[in-house]
């Protein structure tokens, strides 16, 4: 696991003063600056006052002007801040739309905030990897050095003694681990160690978009392809020219996706949906699955060609528990991480801290250890040291 990004400037728009104040506070500890909107005017207001801005949280609905108008605006007059919409579920198919005219994502009410909080933290690292800025650039490279990344078990060391020596080609990687093993991080480390590394990164959440949705993501789409479509978009393999596409969980895209993902593979160049005009790209393309694509082949589920294409190299991120004697290293990490932000002063864990960690199961990995740590610090009390069993969660302290 590696430090957050840099903390940004974040606006919130939206009309219900609770939901407001909620983001605004929540934001706030996490080190952001943060200016809130009652309405679409108010917002498109202080965006023009903060040129900076790097994300804008917008409520989907809202007097005055709506969140896929103002979204519209922001495309034309600011297209570096980036838009995560929040929706009711009878208002999906517009944010889904939204995303289609440009928005980074979507959550849907009630959401959680932990979900939103790393939308954010991906909005504006996105933003940084498109910067001009090459200070900002080198900074992301020297945060995803191999000795920046936590685990010094044998099989996260034969992990990064593949992925040093893979990094330096072009070959396309698969990735395979359980959700939460850090697949992300692992393909940003091949990137920022690789030739490639000042130009972009492009990351696609493949299972959370829909085969029209998807496509028009990766390929982009012309000015009137489709209902809505009320301007042009580059897609994310154009934005990943000379640098590194990143599509998770690859084994959920559909069929006819494949196809054309395979076809970019092999010729290297596709049209923009709605467009013929043909667009030559260099990416190299690295894929994560929590799948065993191998089985979906067998199914009749995923395309044996495509397979073979994408995992030139295949990496294989180890489960928690099969690296125990990592946790030590990541709980460290991790209240380094966090107690600062909660502004306790605790230097370390108990041992039985850590024997109950290293006898649980850990379904979510990595990602559920920080969750648990988070929480550990946010309960402690605030002149604790050490974090203490009582911290722990129940279906922790079961095993």
Same mark, same amino acid.
């Given at each position: 696991?590696?430090?957050?990004?840099?903390?940004?400037?974040?606006?919130?728009?939206?009309?219900?003063?609770?939901?407001?104040?909620?983001?605004?506070?929540?934001?706030?500890?996490?080190?952001?600056?943060? #200016?809130?909107?009652?309405?679409?005017?108010?917002?498109?207001?202080?965006?023009?006052?903060?040129?900076?801005?790097?994300?804008?949280?917008?409520?989907?609905?809202?007097?005055?002007?709506?969140?896929?108008?103002?979204?519209?605006?922001?495309?034309?007059?600011?297209?570096?801040?980036?838009?995560?919409?929040?929706?009711?579920?009878?208002?999906?198919?517009?944010?889904?739309?939204?995303?289609?005219?440009?928005?980074?994502?979507?959550?849907?009410?009630?959401?959680?905030?932990?979900?939103?909080?790393?939308?954010?933290?991906?909005?504006?690292?996105?933003?940084?990897?498109?910067?001009?800025?090459?200070?900002?650039?080198?900074?992301?490279?020297?945060?995803?050095?191999?000795?920046?990344?936590?685990?010094? +078990?044998?099989?996260?060391?034969?992990?990064?003694?593949?992925?040093?020596?893979?990094?330096?080609?072009?070959?396309?990687?698969?990735?395979?681990?359980?959700?939460?093993?850090?697949?992300?991080?692992?393909?940003?480390?091949?990137?920022?160690?690789?030739?490639?590394?000042?130009?972009?990164?492009?990351?696609?959440?493949?299972?959370?978009?829909?085969?029209?949705?998807?496509?028009?993501?990766?390929?982009?789409?012309?000015?009137?392809?489709?209902?809505?479509?009320?301007?042009?978009?580059?897609?994310?393999?154009?934005?990943?020219?000379?640098?590194?596409?990143?599509?998770?969980?690859?084994?959920?895209?559909?069929?006819?996706?494949?196809?054309?993902?395979?076809?970019?593979?092999?010729?290297?160049? #596709?049209?923009?949906?709605?467009?013929?005009?043909?667009?030559?790209?260099?990416?190299?393309?690295?894929?994560?699955?929590?799948?065993?694509?191998?089985?979906?082949?067998?199914?009749?589920?995923?395309?044996?060609?495509?397979?073979?294409?994408?995992?030139?190299?295949?990496?294989?991120?180890?489960?928690?528990?099969?690296?125990?004697?990592?946790?030590?290293?990541?709980?460290?990490?991790?209240?380094?991480?966090?107690?600062?932000?909660?502004?306790?002063?605790?230097?370390?864990? +108990?041992?039985?801290?850590?024997?109950?960690?290293?006898?649980?199961?850990?379904?979510?990995?990595?990602?559920?250890?920080?969750?648990?740590?988070?929480?550990?610090?946010?309960?402690?009390?605030?002149?604790?040291?050490?974090?203490?069993?009582?911290?722990?969660?129940?279906?922790?302290?079961?095993?």
């Amino acid at each position: 696991m590696l430090e957050n990004a840099r903390p940004g400037t974040i606006l919130i728009a939206d009309d219900e003063p609770n939901i407001r104040r909620v983001l605004e506070a929540t934001f706030q500890r996490e080190g952001y600056q943060v #200016f809130t909107a009652e309405n679409g005017r108010k917002a498109l207001e202080l965006l023009k006052a903060n040129r900076d801005t790097d994300v804008l949280i917008s409520d989907l609905i809202m007097p005055d002007i709506n969140g896929v108008e103002l979204l519209e605006v922001v495309r034309e007059t600011n297209p570096r801040v980036s838009v995560v919409m929040i929706t009711a579920h009878g208002t999906i198919r517009t944010a889904v739309d939204a995303m289609r005219l440009g928005a980074f994502d979507y959550v849907t009410k009630p959401f959680d905030i932990d979900d939103l909080k790393v939308l954010v933290r991906k909005a504006i690292e996105r933003r940084e990897l498109e910067s001009p800025d090459t200070g900002v650039r080198e900074k992301l490279k020297q945060s995803y050095r191999f000795d920046n990344i936590v685990g010094q +078990s044998p099989k996260m060391r034969e992990v990064f003694d593949l992925v040093e020596r893979v990094a330096q080609s072009r070959a396309s990687v698969l990735i395979r681990g359980e959700s939460g093993t850090g697949k992300e991080l692992i393909a940003r480390a091949l990137h920022f160690n690789s030739p490639r590394a000042s130009e972009n990164f492009v990351a696609v959440a493949c299972i959370a978009l829909s085969e029209n949705l998807l496509e028009s993501e990766l390929f982009g789409h012309e000015k009137g392809a489709f209902t809505g479509a009320l301007s042009q978009k580059i897609g994310r393999f154009e934005l990943a020219h000379k640098g590194t596409l990143f599509l998770d969980e690859i084994g959920d895209i559909p069929m006819e996706v494949q196809r054309k993902l395979l076809r970019v593979l092999q010729e290297r160049e #596709f049209e923009r949906v709605g467009g013929n005009k043909t667009i030559r790209v260099d990416v190299r393309l690295i894929t994560a699955t929590n799948q065993d694509l191998a089985k979906l082949v067998e199914k009749g589920e995923f395309r044996e060609d495509l397979y073979f294409r994408l995992k030139v190299v295949q990496i294989d991120l180890p489960p928690l528990r099969e690296r125990t004697e990592d946790i030590p290293l990541l709980v460290d990490h991790f209240i380094r991480k966090y107690a600062p932000e909660e502004g306790r002063k605790i230097e370390g864990a +108990s041992q039985k801290f850590l024997d109950a960690l290293a006898a649980y199961r850990w379904p979510g990995n990595v990602r559920e250890l920080e969750n648990v740590i988070e929480r550990a610090c946010v309960l402690a009390d605030p002149d604790a040291r050490i974090l203490t069993p009582d911290l722990l969660p129940p279906e922790v302290l079961k095993t």
